[in-house]
């Protein structure tokens, strides 16, 4: 899902599923890559632990790098999961997924 301008309020992100202002990051993904289809190196970070290993599951960019952003809404049970992609030297940004059952 793209984000709109449903899913900014001036520059704050609002949850993408009820509009909801009040949003917190949880785990975060970093996907990593020294050059195109490389070895990827892959580090997850949650509020109990850090992760680091070479693994490609859930990397939101198929050949470069990618980051994941898991939140929480104060308004409504969606965890929106916010993905920050690169392909051809550009960068996106889009949710990945919004709701329980999507993730």
């Known amino acids: 899902m793209e984000i709109s301008t449903n899913s900014l309020n001036n520059d704050e992100l609002v949850c993408p599923n009820c509009g909801g202002e ?16 490389s070895a990827t190196g892959r580090i997850v970070s949650t509020e ?36 920050i992609t690169q392909h051809k030297g550009c960068t996106y940004f889009h949710w990945a997924s919004y709701r329980k059952d999507e993730a």
């Open 48 to 83: 109990d632990y850090v992760v680091a290993n070479t693994s490609m599951k859930g990397n939101p960019s198929a050949r470069r790098n990618g980051l994941l952003i898991g939140f929480k809404c104060e308004h409504c049970d969606a965890d929106p999961v916010l993905a």
């Open 22 to 37: 009040n949003l917190h990051h949880g785990t975060v993904t970093v996907y990593e890559r020294d050059r195109e289809d």
